[in-house]
């Protein structure tokens, strides 16, 4: 089983639409837990950090069950611009040090 | 201006070459990183460094070799390059490998073809 688990899509929605992602994570011991967004052929940058009790920025919500093991981000009101890769980043300790894994990433079209 | 800076952006070589990629971050960040972001998009570490110190090494081949020659810098030396090495490499930094919820800021990245 890979450490982090992301559905690739691509997840084709039109304009308006509220599209959500989900990703499950193996290792309970992870301590934090972000979602990035990756433009084609660009690098990754940050769009959120995820936090238990569930976080909002704008249209984006990100929350965390910790007992299933999953994140997920839901988009609302999906505008052209979010077209893009949502990675799902989960930080873990080993060894007394953290690693970022990435998921594979979850591919969103936002059609007009 | 920019945070997390690569050269060079686009790399083609031969097989069998050796080659480097160079990575600064003007940020101020004790840890810095290497990913690899292969064809399927999978990005997965390879290296990270704190403070200049070997922290993380991933089972990469030995033909791979980091050097970080100050906290800001963090160099890629590959040798005897093959057709899997064929890639993009991020570089990224945060501010401090110890703290679980630090944000990563990437490079532009470098696309390495090995023909």
């Known amino acids: 089983r890979k450490e982090v688990e992301q559905d690739p899509g691509p997840f084709n929605v039109p304009e308006g639409a509220t599209v959500a992602f989900n990703c499950t994570y193996s290792n309970s011991a992870s301590q934090s837990f972000f979602w990035y967004r990756q433009d084609c052929r660009k690098e990754p940058k940050l769009l959120m950090s995820v936090y238990s009790s569930g976080n909002e920025d704008g249209r984006f919500t990100a929350q965390l069950n910790r007992a299933s093991q999953y994140i997920s981000l839901l988009i609302r009101d999906s505008k052209l611009s979010d077209s893009a890769t949502y990675l799902c980043v989960v930080n873990t300790a080993t060894s007394g040090t953290y690693k970022y894994i990435f998921g594979t990433g979850t591919r969103l079209k936002v059609l007009a | 201006d920019t945070a997390v800076s690569q050269t060079p952006k686009y790399l083609v070589t031969q097989m069998g070459n050796d080659k480097s990629i160079k990575c600064e971050q003007n940020?101020?960040?004790?840890?810095m990183y290497w990913y690899k972001q292969d064809s399927k998009k999978f990005l997965k570490i390879m290296f990270s460094y704190n403070n200049k110190e070997l922290i993380i090494n991933e089972t990469v081949p030995n033909r791979f070799s980091p050097k970080s020659p100050d906290k800001a810098h963090l160099n890629l030396h590959i040798n005897s390059l093959e057709l899997g090495d064929s890639a993009v490499y991020f570089c990224?930094?945060?501010?401090?490998?110890?703290?679980?919820?630090?944000?990563?800021?990437f490079g532009p990245g470098t696309r390495l073809t090995v023909l």
């Open positions: 940020l101020g960040h004790d840890t």
């Open positions: 990224a930094s945060s501010q401090d490998l110890n703290r679980e919820s630090d944000e990563q800021f």
